[in-house]
């Protein structure tokens, strides 16, 4: 089963992934992580990646895709994965199209999770992140157990930058302008589907399995 979330940010596409992917035994794949577990192994490609992110430069989308590919090859894949935050743009996903088909492999569930820019501002705007061990909380959703004080390591819980309604609206029209795109070519390819993601997390996730099982 091989799987995309799409969707702006702070739509829960990776709350969801990890749920599948603990639900389905198969990995839960997001740059960021790869990036970090071959920089974390001084691998070959992670120290390629690591000169450029070390130059506050974007990684090239053709040393991603070899990341990416790399990681399909680890034996957790082979009952397929989820993929988050990959492809951005249209010509990642036709790369990343080309590098599967050369290995007789496709996608076969892109999952788009809908939530309105307002929507998507509000809920931001109400996430807390514990900076110290990376959990991430909500002022009207997901409490603390002490307000302003992470349940795990009792370090302080912040607003982060990236957050705030101002760089969220950045972020959004980012969105808007490279990744929405991504919604029609995988419509075209007939593997696109929709879930309204203003519902509780459990609805949402049902509506995917729903899709998946189908």
């Known amino acids: 089963m ?4 799409l969707g702006a940010p702070g739509a829960g596409k990776g709350t969801q992934a990890k749920r599948i992917a603990a639900d389905y035994d198969i990995p839960h ?3 960021g992580d790869i990036f970090r577990e071959n920089i974390k192994n001084n691998t070959q490609l992670g120290l390629r990646a690591k000169e450029y992110m070390d130059q506050g430069l974007l990684v090239p989308d053709e040393l991603v895709l070899e990341l990416i590919m790399d990681r399909f090859k680890a034996p957790d894949c082979k009952n397929g994965y989820v993929l988050d935050g ?3 743009t249209i010509p990642q996903a036709k790369a990343l199209d080309k590098a599967l088909e050369e290995n007789n492999d496709s996608i076969e569930y892109a999952i788009n999770v809908d939530v309105a820019d307002e929507v998507i501002i509000d809920r931001m705007a109400g996430r807390r992140a514990c900076l110290s061990c990376g959990r991430t909380y909500h002022i009207k959703t997901l409490k603390p157990k002490t307000e302003g ?3 795990y390591c009792n370090s302080n819980l912040v607003l982060r930058d990236d957050d705030k309604p ?4 950045k972020r959004l029209a980012v969105y808007h302008e490279q990744t929405q795109p991504l919604l029609e070519y995988y419509d075209k390819k007939g ?3 929709n879930v309204d ?3 509780g997390i459990d609805k949402i996730y049902n509506d995917i399995i729903r899709i998946i099982e189908a």
């Open 86 to 88: 990959f492809p951005r």
């Open 29 to 31: 794949i997001s740059t």
């Open 149 to 151: 004080i992470c349940d």
């Open 166 to 169: 101002d760089t969220v609206k």
């Open 2 to 5: 091989k799987v995309i979330l």
């Open 191 to 193: 593997i696109l589907y």
């Open 197 to 199: 993601g203003t519902g």
